[in-house]
């Protein structure tokens, strides 16, 4: 009987993982759902190992990756095993996102499955374990993903195509077989003709403008018929007949071949254009294009437009005359060829991304003029929208070359003026400090003497955050990476920051002790920017809470008030440099540098910030740090 018993585990060991399908087997402890075993097709198409998923609880060794916030797979997966142990029957989930951990990263593989949760009975039919066995469908939900985007952007496409027919600014019409029969005007072209779509539809355009018979264009529409010869015409006078008056139009017009799917001429297309105030006006037209022409030659911009991928297909003289190329040598080489290298993979990330998301695409590069020399442009396109679907872009670079001279003489000024002023300003201190101890009992200049040191802080805080900026401006801020404790450091900041501000209650919460690396003055420069801008802007509460709390394998420290809050517009120019917001009538005190100099801090840690904030109730100020020790 025992020989009978191991022969049948080594059955199920042999079965369950050689089986080319993957398979957990789990344990009904919810909400843990412990793995007891996994086989080794589960651990291929997961990218585990057994040592790390044994033991565990699904949902840890699987946890949900955070980008993805629309899928709720955990819910649907608990779900599952719950229908399955409810109704004692195998559940199945069809096409859901469920993302599994890169080993040895922080990254997660998106990953689509079919799978099949199956209860394993007892002898009294209640349930014993799950057999967990997912699908690997992600390619296959992919490619049906891509079919539907194909067909959709086909739909697009066509009613594009309808769309910019019925809304050009040239009249367009179509003339279908050897009679050619009005098949499609658009409303320009019904202006034209001084008829509506509706009254020739379906007749001969002969017939519908009989005015215009005689006239060499039935002979010009029967040559682009049989021949496929596109024909151009400019300025032509064209008699009609328009609410019952006759008219000369004069047009410019092209007659193209109207092709069938299979490339078999069945009619004519005619775009046309009335030009007759143009041919009445020349005098006037000819003046007014000569003024276009100078206002064009002394605007400073260069103009571009690319289309709905994002190829160039157009670019002004002025742009011709920077670089020294033709328009076409221009198009057909891109922007690439002339932007400096240090600034092309900025450009290009940010032009892929505004096709992405279809806004404002706006960057700042060096363009090679044609004698090799650089300068800085700003450049700056917006999408041309039906529908909301783009069907081109229209951009302009603007010369900001001596606008950047101006930044980097302002930021030397900085640079040397706080430079400048610290040396007096540490001397007076020397002395302001003497003076202090050299008071005994004498109330008055006491006061008077720490009210100095006390402004005297304040002008070293101004001056200190001009050298930080000033400092990341040319690249020189210095970091004395060390390991931290980060408790400790709380601590300390919030202690120093209590006895300077009584005002404020500042409450800490949670604050675990937790090591990493990085420069103990500089965080805990962040950290008393934080608490002191957070008393600051609540003059009317009594409390700031900061509270400290590790997620997977960083911390997040927040900074909470109770003041006057941030409106949502203003959140994300924060941490701009020089940027602060008034909301009230008061008015703050400070340069707008503490939080510009605290996100380059925060970044050089490889650490993250956000703001959450309502009007007029208050803000909460987070940071998070990786735990890289």
């Not at 930021?411 to 400090?433: C, G, M, N, R, V």
């Amino acid at each position: 009987m025992r020989e009978i018993v191991q022969l049948s585990a080594e059955d199920y060991h042999s079965v369950f993982n050689k089986s080319e399908a993957t398979k957990l087997l789990l344990a009904i402890d919810a909400p843990l759902y412990t793995i007891l075993d996994a086989n080794c097709a589960y651990l291929n198409a997961t990218n585990s190992t057994r040592e790390a998923l044994v033991g565990k609880s699904v949902f840890g060794a699987f946890p949900a990756n955070p980008t993805d916030e629309e899928s709720k797979n955990i819910e649907r997966t608990i779900f599952s095993f719950e229908e399955a142990i409810r109704t004692k029957k195998p559940h199945t989930m069809h096409n859901y996102r469920y993302d599994i951990p890169i080993r040895d990263s922080n990254e997660f593989e998106e990953r689509y499955w079919t799978t099949t949760n199956t209860p394993v009975l007892n002898e009294d039919g209640s349930v014993k374990f799950l057999i967990h066995s997912p699908t690997n469908v992600t390619e296959i939900y992919k490619l049906a993903e891509r079919e539907k985007l194909a067909m959709e952007a086909l739909r697009n496409q066509r009613k594009q195509l309808y769309a910019i027919f019925m809304q050009a600014p040239v009249g367009i019409g179509i003339f279908k077989g050897p009679e050619y029969i009005v098949d499609l005007i658009n409303p320009p072209l019904e202006k034209i003709y001084g008829r509506s779509f509706d009254e020739m539809k379906g007749l001969r355009v002969f017939d519908a403008l009989p005015s215009a018979r005689g006239h060499g264009f039935e002979e010009l529409l029967e040559n682009v018929r049989l021949t496929g010869e596109p024909f151009y015409g400019n300025g032509l006078p064209i008699p009609l007949l328009r609410d019952g008056v006759p008219e000369t139009v004069y047009v410019d017009f092209v007659y193209e071949p109207f092709r069938d799917d299979d490339g078999t001429i069945i009619g004519v297309i005619c775009v046309a254009t009335e030009i007759t105030d143009k041919i009445e006006g020349q005098q006037r037209l000819e003046a007014s294009e000569a003024q276009f022409r100078f206002m064009a030659e002394s605007m400073p911009q260069q103009v571009w437009t690319a289309d709905v991928n994002g190829a160039l297909d157009y670019v002004n003289e002025r742009t011709q005359d920077y670089f020294g190329k033709t328009a076409e040598h221009i198009i057909g080489a891109g922007w690439q060829e002339f932007i400096h290298p240090d600034d092309l993979q900025a450009c290009l990330k940010n032009w892929a991304q505004a096709l992405e998301t279809k806004q404002l695409y706006q960057v700042e590069f060096r363009l090679r003029r044609l004698d090799g020399q650089y300068r800085w442009y700003l450049a700056r396109a917006l999408p041309f929208k039906i529908d909301d679907a783009v069907v081109m872009w229209l951009g302009t670079n603007t010369d900001i070359e001596e606008h950047k001279k101006i930044e980097q003489q302002k930021d030397e000024f900085i640079s040397i003026a706080s430079h400048e002023l610290k040396t007096p300003l540490t001397s007076l201190k020397a002395y302001l400090q003497l003076m202090d101890r050299s008071v005994n009992n004498a109330e008055s200049p006491g006061v008077f003497v720490s009210k100095s040191l006390q402004q005297l802080k304040r002008l070293e805080k101004l001056i200190a955050d001009l050298l930080d900026v000033s400092k990341i401006s040319a690249g020189k801020m210095t970091y004395n990476m060390d390991l931290l404790n980060m408790n400790e450091l709380i601590g300390e900041v919030v202690q120093n920051v209590q006895l300077a501000n009584t005002s404020h209650r500042l409450i800490v919460e949670g604050n675990p002790t937790v090591m990493l690396h990085g420069d103990h003055y500089r965080l805990e420069q962040v950290l008393t920017n934080f608490l002191t801008n957070a008393v600051k802007y609540s003059p009317d509460a009594d409390e700031v809470i900061i509270r400290s709390e590790v997620q997977d394998d960083s911390i997040v420290v927040s900074v909470q008030d109770f003041g006057i809050g941030i409106e949502r517009d203003n959140l994300g120019k924060l941490f701009e440099r020089f940027y602060r917001v008034d909301n009230t009538a008061m008015k703050y005190e400070g340069l707008g540098l503490g939080l510009y100099v605290s996100a380059e801090i925060l970044a050089r840690h490889n650490g993250t910030f956000w703001i959450k904030s309502e009007f007029g109730k208050g803000s909460t100020f987070y940071f998070k740090l990786p735990l890289n020790v």
